[in-house]
């Protein structure tokens, strides 16, 4: 592949991102505000403070800070501290949430009508690019329980995270994780 269609791919992928954040100033948020939300909606609950999100986004902990900050006083998540330590929080999200969430970009309505393999397909490069640019950062992957090194069936038939040795409810392994490793 030349390096000008290498270039084109880079502007492309660039595009869309932009593209895609200019439709996300909805429903009173930045798109700031809409990602942080996002994760939390997806995020399992020990992966629910202020610095998990900012590792997940890619951004600073001020930012994150902030952007929490704007997302309880528009009553969508609250500030829960740790019954163990007081200097720890996480962020749970308050009912009404999903209305905020509620639309879909262009992206999102063309990624629909792709049919299945073209979906697939897509899923599978930009997963390899997500996960190889992660690697190349020395990021965590922040994926979902089940497909943790640390997930484990017990002998009830119940998930337990093996890291935290804590068991799971069946819709925690659906759920990112901030302590994520790659299985082998």
Not at 118 to 141: A, G, P
Request: proline fraction near 2%; charged fraction near 30%; include cysteine.
């Amino acid at each position: 592949m030349s390096e000008s269609e290498k270039n084109t791919i880079l502007e492309m992928l660039e595009r869309i991102g932009r593209l895609t954040q200019a439709e996300q100033w909805t429903n009173d948020l930045n798109p700031t505000q809409l990602a942080a939300l996002k994760y939390l909606a997806r995020a399992n609950c020990f992966s629910r403070a202020p610095s998990h999100v900012a590792d997940y986004l890619g951004t600073t902990r001020g930012t994150v800070s902030q952007t929490l900050k704007a997302l309880v006083r528009k009553g969508l998540i609250e500030e829960v501290r740790s019954e163990q330590d007081r200097r720890s929080i996480r962020y749970d999200l308050r009912e009404g949430y999903e209305r905020a969430l509620d639309f879909d970009t262009s992206i999102a309505k063309t990624v629909a009508q792709m049919d299945e393999d073209e979906q697939q397909r897509l899923s599978d490069s930009l997963r390899h690019l997500l996960t190889t640019t992660l690697k190349m950062r020395k990021n965590r992957t922040f994926g979902m329980c089940r497909t943790c090194k640390h997930h484990r069936i017990g002998v009830k038939g119940n998930a337990h995270c093996a890291l935290l040795e804590v068991d799971l409810k069946p819709h925690q392994i659906k759920q990112i994780c901030h302590e994520h490793a790659t299985a082998a």
